[in-house]
């Protein structure tokens, strides 16, 4: 079945470790690219995201993501992670082959920060 | 607004009965969309408009649900006889029409529903 996945469920990691959180798609075609973030006590709100381009992009507060078109990937990283990003975090995929705006989005990553 | 706003942030409501959920989007924003999101999981798309029209209902999960946005701006969720099994977090998000903004959802912070 057509599907976001996000392998990594629960990471754990102390400050200043790096980060690289993975994201997989099954849609063929053209996508759109989204991570979305939901810190403790938050609604979701957008991290950074991939329309066309250079497939390196970078989002807010030192966040990077990759698109490897070949990979069906969009993985997220951050050089070195501190204990605010402590947080859920969501990719999503837009498949613009199938003619639709909505959003499909992966299960969610946790990652718990500790200083 | 200067936000998604959704109401009531929290229902709880006996298996078998009417619940409607509201949505009132940014203003300006043409498109807005309904998703819920179990505990452990991730947002799962149900509904999304642009302006009055569903422009893609292929997530609601049955006839039980279904939703209006009558006039372009304000939408209801409307879940009929409820059962245990859709208590979740009801999101709801706008987003601006256009190749840059279309898909760049705002969201709101949900109405959780409770069913007994």
């Known amino acids: 079945a057509q599907s976001v996945s996000q392998h990594n469920h629960h990471v754990i990691l102390s400050e200043a470790a790096s980060l690289e959180l993975g994201c997989n798609y099954s849609y063929g075609g053209t996508v759109n690219l989204f991570w979305y973030v939901q810190y403790p006590g938050q609604h979701l709100q957008l991290l950074l995201k991939y329309f066309s381009g250079d497939p390196l992009v970078k989002g807010i507060k030192g966040f990077e993501a990759e698109f490897i078109k070949s990979k069906f990937s969009f993985n997220l990283r951050k050089p070195s992670v501190q204990w605010s990003d402590t947080a859920e975090y969501f990719c999503?995929?837009?498949?613009?082959?199938?003619?639709?705006?909505?959003?499909?989005f992966g299960t969610g990553t946790r990652l718990q920060v500790f200083p | 607004g200067a936000g998604v706003s959704q109401t009531p942030s929290n229902k709880v409501t006996e298996k078998g009965k009417y619940v409607e959920l509201r949505c009132d989007p940014i203003s300006g924003h043409t498109a807005l969309y309904w998703y819920r999101q179990s505990l452990g999981q991730g947002p799962e798309f149900l509904i999304y408009f642009q302006g009055t029209g569903a422009a893609d209902d292929s997530g609601l999960p049955n006839d039980r649900f279904f939703a209006v946005r009558p006039e372009g701006s304000v939408s209801t969720l409307k879940i009929q006889r409820t059962e245990r099994g859709d208590s979740a977090v009801y999101l709801c998000?706008?987003?601006?029409?256009?190749?840059?903004?279309?898909?760049?959802?705002?969201f709101g912070a949900g109405s959780r529903l409770t069913v007994l």
């Open positions: 998000a706008s987003s601006l029409n256009g190749v840059a903004g279309a898909n760049v959802l705002t």
């Open positions: 999503a995929v837009n498949p613009r082959s199938y003619n639709t705006d909505k959003l499909i």
